[in-house]
């Protein structure tokens, strides 16, 4: 599972936003905000955008971090050219 998930859980903790909080901002169920939170599945594309302006709504400063989180590059992983 992928880097949405992590960024997501970092944020939340960071900032003390409940899962449940981020889910009626969302207007998705809790359920679907723990399954992402916990690695269980992937935000879908669209729904990228939707956890920002929500946490954007919530916290600004949280919606900053997970952009920048999400969009962060691996730097640990090798070329697979080399």
């Not at 669209?46 to 929500?54: G, H, K, L, T, V």
């Amino acid at each position: 599972m992928g880097r949405a998930g992590k960024a997501l859980k970092y944020v939340l903790q960071q900032y003390g936003i409940s899962q449940n909080r981020l889910a009626v901002t969302m207007g998705v169920a809790r359920s679907t905000v723990n399954q992402w939170v916990n690695e269980v599945s992937d935000p879908l594309a669209d729904s990228i955008p939707e956890i920002i302006n929500a946490l954007d709504e919530l916290e600004p400063s949280a919606a900053q971090i997970f952009l920048q989180l999400y969009i962060q590059r691996d730097t640990n992983r090798r070329n697979p050219s080399s």
